[in-house]
């Protein structure tokens, strides 16, 4: 008993703990009101569907936590899949074609990091406007069409298709195992210490002697390296390089980075509570659909929870002030 | 970055930023003439009257919802609804219209929609709280949501009233009505904005959200009053839309908060809250509109209309971060 | 309901040919799982509508999971549909190329799979419209009516959509048919609208600033067209010699416009109600392991002037569908040309 209670106490006192409230309430929700809905299958699809979001979100929260914004994810996802493809069919490799993607995304990490960190540009505006000229070299290189994958590899297919033992699907696996590392990076390295340094008080952790702006490029190129492993991954869920991939995809992660209490304004947030938001927002998707709600139902219910989630949470947060 | 580098003259668009440091917006200004510049000597259909007032139209609809835009972004909130709002307020307008026979009710109907959504958004940030990026980002979903609740198609012009027509196509001596709507618009909220109470407030409101708190201002309301008169500009712009499509469009406005945002920053309004200006704001959508316009009437590949701004609105960022910091040596 | 009973014989009729055992009554599968590319758009719609009441009817459950134009949405609805256990899967791909995995997973778990509007690597079985061959046959209707009333000149605006292999197609045929009956029609402008209302009527409007002499207005689907014709209207310009050319027929707006706008005289219509009351045949098919055709053809007309009169009845903000007019048409064993013969040109 008293260990359950301590639990309990945990639970609600740490950051994460009105959130994870949230997510085992969507669960309990749908598995009572669905009968298709708590299953395994069921389960293990959701982690898989939700493992895009998880991982492009590490990148991105370590982004916010820092104090500045990365909204470029959504056409990376499209854009990384190109060389990927390309490079494959070329040589019928997976380990050229992945090398060929987190080049790109590497470069494109750069880019951002060297102008947002470096010439001190808003990022958010660096951002959109990687957003938008991705999405532009996307559709002129392609003309507008997928690039359909020739080299059919098996291993190709099994990595966004296959699942561990038949049961975990192997982007979840990745995602969890991502979550962990940065979880522990950010919590226990040095590296995350700065982050946080950063983001919650640049003057201060410059006079700290921390290099600010290394900081800060370097969690660019992270979130371009991890945007790059989802990219991957959705291009072998599609086994091709589509066009169209990742539209609206940044709203999406930035929504649950967001929702899992990110700030917006760096120096707060944790990658657990990222985690939570991604699979609250998953399952709420899953959920609805299971329910055979049409899509204009699902869209106001979900941006409804959204709303009461994050004011929970604010008035979680005060009482504890 | 060692302050001894920024006394160092710096060649190129380093130099070209020092020599107009004094005046704010001189990077946009000179960019737009240049642009202006290039794309008639490439294609004189450019300066036509048709595409001056073209271009001038679309540049309206934007620069409405846009000054509403900076003064949110002034006071430190965002508003990323707006797109959403405006395809559900031209069904609203629409059906109003039909329903009463009267523009006028339709009208007023356009704005008390957009004005609620506009509320709901502020009293989202303001008493529940929630960081205004994501209570609009679920804003925008429930008005996507909602709008194909109220109707499953487009809303069709039944009233054929010549007054509703006017709003978005009509002219008034030799300008378009939307055009002048939009000046109107444009020195209302820029007089708010510089010479009352209200706009001093609310760059104080953005620059130190605490400091505004300590010495009295009435922070919620300040925040709640941007975010209604986004909404009813909001409801300005649904309305000349529909009238310039005959039709209350559910699928209209996808991805317009992101062209209005993209025009206020470009034109130096900062995100952080507390700096910016509506002049900026009235460049950044004309540069904005004319690089989409110079792009057909050049003829060139249309991928370029989302390669093109993407390049500008960090290029002019930067140049006009390295004229502010040269200014402040 | 003798009229659906009636479509219903007439479409038994019509598989026929394909079934080697009619005698034995079909097994009828309870469970049908779509998932659709944009549930929200008026020609979605009405395919599902055309679905629903074709499965009720037979006492079919159809299931509808929205991707709303993101291909992973669309990836995820599928494999909800193959966990709940559906006995047959249709999907309206959002990208062609990115529903190749989901059909080989769907052949592991023994899940059928119709495809709706856009043909798959390694499908079964399609039913789809003929893109090129609706823009074809709209062409050459706009070609006529050109030699009857634009004194033989055809210079056209295309408010186009490349995005798409099926609309770029439909552009294509548009522009060939009207070359049989107009050899010199020239295409002025060939835009990109978005498919949208609105960026059609933007960049309608730049266009015709940067050249206006034009006299037919073509359109991928009703919302491009009619943003380009609100466009001319903006600039000023009087409708006596223009011709406005839309294509689907997906829901009021087109009815409205040829009722109300006098240059608005032709439009595709594609029927989107019957597309959909055929996927239900094809799935009734798939489940009994009867042998299916590739591609199943869903019949285009282009309609002119009151044409539209033959096929749907308006009642105040609703259509219905003429069943025995649209099962009456006849269409072609074999499109034209498809999306392959795009990709090798």
């Known amino acids: 008993m008293p260990q359950s209670r301590n639990l309990l106490r945990v639970l609600t006192r740490r950051s994460e703990g ?10 309990g929700f749908f598995a009572l009101a669905s009968d298709t809905f708590l299953s395994v299958r069921n389960i293990t699809n959701v982690l898989g569907q939700a493992s895009l979001a998880m991982m492009a979100g590490i990148g991105v929260a370590i982004v916010f936590i820092s104090g500045e914004v990365d909204v470029s994810c959504g056409s990376l996802l499209a854009a990384v899949a190109i060389p990927l493809i390309v490079v494959m069919n070329a040589t019928n490799s997976l380990a050229l074609g992945i090398a060929a993607a987190l080049a790109l995304g590497g470069v494109v990490g750069v880019v951002n990091g060297f102008l947002a960190a470096y010439l001190r540009i808003n990022s958010l505006i660096v951002t959109l406007g990687t957003l938008f000229v991705l999405r532009g070299g996307v559709y002129l290189y392609t003309g507008q069409t997928a690039i359909p994958d020739d080299a059919g590899l098996e291993s190709f297919f099994q990595l966004g298709n296959g699942r561990l033992a038949g049961v975990l699907p192997y982007p979840a696996v990745a995602a969890l195992v991502l979550l962990l590392v940065f979880a522990y990076v950010m919590g226990h390295r040095p590296f995350g210490r700065h982050v946080f340094a950063a983001g919650g008080n640049p003057d201060v952790a410059r006079l700290a002697g921390y290099d600010v702006p290394r900081i800060k490029f370097a969690g660019f190129v992270v979130s371009a390296l991890l945007a790059t492993c989802a990219g991957i991954m959705l291009a072998s869920r599609l086994g091709s390089a589509v066009h169209v991939a ?28 990222m985690a939570l938001g991604v699979l609250i927002l998953s399952f709420l998707a899953n959920g609805l659909g299971m329910l055979d709600l049409a899509t204009e139902w699902q869209l106001v219910v979900t941006g409804a929870i959204i709303i009461a989630a994050v004011s929970f949470d604010e008035f979680k947060r005060r009482q504890k002030l | 970055m060692a302050s001894s580098s920024q006394i160092q003259p710096q060649p190129g668009a380093g130099r070209i930023a020092a020599a107009m440091a004094g005046q704010p917006q001189a990077v946009l200004i000179v960019l737009l003439l240049l642009l202006c510049g290039a794309i008639s000597l490439a294609a004189a259909q450019f300066y036509s009257l048709a595409n001056i007032i073209a271009i001038l139209r679309q540049s309206a609809l934007v620069l409405i919802v846009a000054a509403g835009m900076t003064t949110l972004l002034i006071g430190g909130e965002v508003d990323l609804s707006v797109g959403a709002s405006l395809a559900f307020t031209g069904c609203v307008a629409m059906d109003a219209t039909n329903r009463s026979g009267s523009v006028p009710v339709g009208a007023l109907a356009a704005l008390a929609f957009a004005g609620a959504v506009g509320l709901f958004n502020g009293l989202v940030v303001t008493r529940l709280r929630v960081n205004s990026l994501i209570a609009t980002i679920a804003t925008m979903m429930i008005l996507q949501g909602g709008v194909y609740l109220y109707t499953r198609e487009a809303v069709q012009n039944q009233h054929h009233l010549a007054a509703f027509t006017g709003i978005g196509a009509g002219y008034l001596g030799a300008f378009p009505i939307p055009v002048l709507l939009a000046a109107a618009v444009f020195a209302a909220v820029y007089i708010a904005l510089r010479h009352t109470l209200f706009g001093r407030y609310t760059y104080a409101l953005g620059a130190n959200p605490i400091a505004a708190r300590l010495s009295g201002l009435r922070v919620r309301r300040l925040k709640l009053a941007g975010f209604v008169i986004t909404g009813l500009l909001v409801g300005v712009t649904g309305l000349i839309l529909c009238s310039l499509m005959n039709a209350g469009q559910p699928t209209a406005g996808r991805g317009f908060e992101l062209t209005v945002i993209a025009a206020v920053i470009l034109g130096g309004t900062s995100l952080a809250g507390g700096r910016g200006s509506l002049i900026g704001t009235l460049l950044g959508v004309l540069v904005l509109k004319v690089i989409d316009n110079g792009i057909i009437i050049l003829r060139w590949n249309q991928d370029f209309q989302m390669v093109v701004p993407g390049v500008v609105i960090v290029a002019a960022t930067w140049l006009d971060t390295v004229r502010v910091r040269r200014r402040a040596v | 309901m003798n009229v659906r009973l009636a479509i219903l014989l007439a479409t038994t009729a019509a598989l026929a040919p394909l079934t080697v055992l009619p005698a034995r009554a079909d097994e009828v599968p309870k469970h049908i799982g779509y998932v659709v590319n944009y549930a929200t758009h008026e020609w979605y719609q009405n395919v599902i509508k055309g679905m629903k009441d074709h499965a009720k009817l037979l006492g079919i459950d159809v299931a509808v999971k929205d991707a709303n134009l993101d291909v992973a949405k669309e990836v995820a609805g599928a494999e909800d549909f193959m966990s709940q256990k559906v006995d047959v899967l249709i999907i309206t791909p959002v990208n062609e190329e990115g529903v190749v995995p989901l059909l080989r997973r769907a052949k592991a778990e023994g899940v059928p799979v119709v495809l709706e509007g856009n043909p798959v690597k390694g499908m079964t079985t399609m039913v789809a419209i003929c893109d090129y061959d609706t823009g074809y046959f709209a062409g050459i209707e706009a070609g006529k009516y050109a030699q009857a009333h634009l004194g033989g000149v055809a210079k056209v605006m295309n408010v186009g959509l490349p995005l798409l292999s099926a609309t770029v197609l439909r552009s294509y045929g548009f522009m ?11 295409l002025v402008h060939d835009l990109d609208g978005g498919g949208n209302p609105d960026r059609s009527l933007e960049v309608s409007s730049a266009a015709l600033a940067q050249n206006g002499d034009i006299d037919i207005i073509y359109g991928i689907n009703d919302s491009s067209s009619l943003g380009g014709l609100q466009a001319w209207k903006a600039a000023g310009k009087s409708q006596d010699n223009l011709l406005v050319v839309g294509t689907g027929g997906e829901g009021l707006a087109f009815i409205n416009a040829m009722e109300k706008e006098p240059s608005y005289r032709i439009e595709a219509a594609m029927f989107p109600e019957k597309e959909g009351y055929t996927t239900i045949d094809a799935a009734l098919a798939l489940y009994n ?38 099962n009456a048409l006849t269409p072609p064993a074999k499109c034209m040309k498809t999306a392959a013969d795009l990709k090798k040109s």
Not at chain 3, 304 to 313: A, L, M, N, P, S
């Open chain 3, 289 to 326: 392991h009867k042998p299916v055709a590739e591609h199943i053809v869903s019949p285009t007309t282009p309609l002119v002037g009151d044409d539209w009169k033959k096929y749907y009845e308006v009642n105040g903000t609703t259509r219905s569908i003429k069943w025995d007019a649209v």
């Open chain 1, 246 to 273: 990742g539209l609206g995809f940044e709203f999406q992660v930035v929504a649950a980075v967001v929702l899992g209490g990110v700030s917006l304004s760096g120096g707060v947030g944790s990658l657990f509570g």
């Open chain 1, 18 to 27: 009105p959130l994870l409230l949230c997510l085992l309430a969507v669960i």
């Open chain 3, 176 to 186: 060939d048919g009207i070359h049989t009956i107009i050899p010199g029609a020239t």
